[in-house]
């Protein structure tokens, strides 16, 4: 699999990210994750736009799965949504995800909608989900897609708090493949190890190996070999008591005071 960070603002858009979705198809990858808003913050179109073209055409070229996320205009609802998109090796789209956990200004000046859902897609691989940005910070949505059976968590960023990722993978027993704008990429597997700070070892349990760092059009990325077999029990299987209900109770009071 691959992800990237970077590049710089005057960089970011689709002539950047097209050469990272060359290079990461020359280097015969299953799935590219390219990070939030790749086409450029405050751009919107619909789904028949350039970013979905782009992803589309080079998954089909490369026979790979490629995910990244766009500013998603409804014509039908004329609502804007932040999506996530997913494609598989013939170019269709087969996932879509809006953001539900939406920063200050997309809510407030750009007026996105939120989402209300977090589904699960499958793939030849397994079953992939996801979550953006802003989510982390929240822990229902990784939390919901493991639950749902995902192998991967996907999560498309503009910048992110490097130290939760360490939590929402060993939390919920799941893999995360992390593209971001302006922090640094990573994968963690479903033991919340980091392959940035913890290399693996040869002959050792780690559950990703290949390690590879490029740098292409200003952009890094970074490609590495996931096994997904790996570590997948959830701490949580001997668990009697789930305390949901109390935690609802207790938010839907933090709202009304």
Not at 72 to 89: C, E, G, I, K, M
Not at 147 to 161: Q, S, T, V
Not at 196 to 216: C, E, L, N, R
Request: negative net charge; hydrophobic residues 40%.
């Amino acid at each position: 699999m691959a992800c990237t960070q970077g590049p710089g603002l005057e960089d970011y858009g689709l002539k950047a990210f097209g050469k990272v979705l060359d290079a990461a198809g020359e280097g015969k990858v299953d799935l590219v994750l390219l990070p939030e808003y790749f086409s450029g913050e405050g751009t919107t179109e619909t789904l028949s736009g350039a970013s979905v073209r782009l992803m589309s055409e080079k998954a089909r070229q490369y026979r790979m799965f490629v995910a990244g996320t766009i500013g998603r205009h409804d014509p039908v609802t004329n609502r804007l949504y932040n999506s996530a998109l997913l494609f598989n090796r013939d170019g269709e789209m087969i996932g879509c995800y809006d953001k539900i956990h939406l920063y200050g200004p997309e809510l407030n000046q750009l007026g996105v909608t939120p989402g209300g859902s977090a589904p699960v897609f499958r793939t030849d691989f397994g079953k992939v989900g996801f979550m953006t940005c802003y989510d982390s910070w929240f822990t229902d949505v990784a939390e919901l897609v493991a639950l749902k059976g995902a192998d991967i968590l996907l999560f498309p960023n503009l910048g992110y708090d490097r130290a939760l990722m360490h939590a929402r993978s060993l939390d919920n027993c799941i893999n995360i493949l992390t593209s971001t704008r302006s922090g640094e990429y990573g994968f963690w597997d479903a033991m919340g190890r980091d392959i940035i700070k913890i290399p693996s070892k040869p002959g050792g349990d780690s559950s990703f190996k290949d390690v590879v760092q490029i740098k292409i059009a200003n952009t890094g990325v970074l490609m590495v070999t996931i096994d997904l077999n790996a570590m997948r029990e959830r701490h949580q299987s001997n668990q009697k008591v789930w305390l949901e209900e109390e935690i609802l109770r207790e938010k839907q009071r933090w709202w009304v005071e």
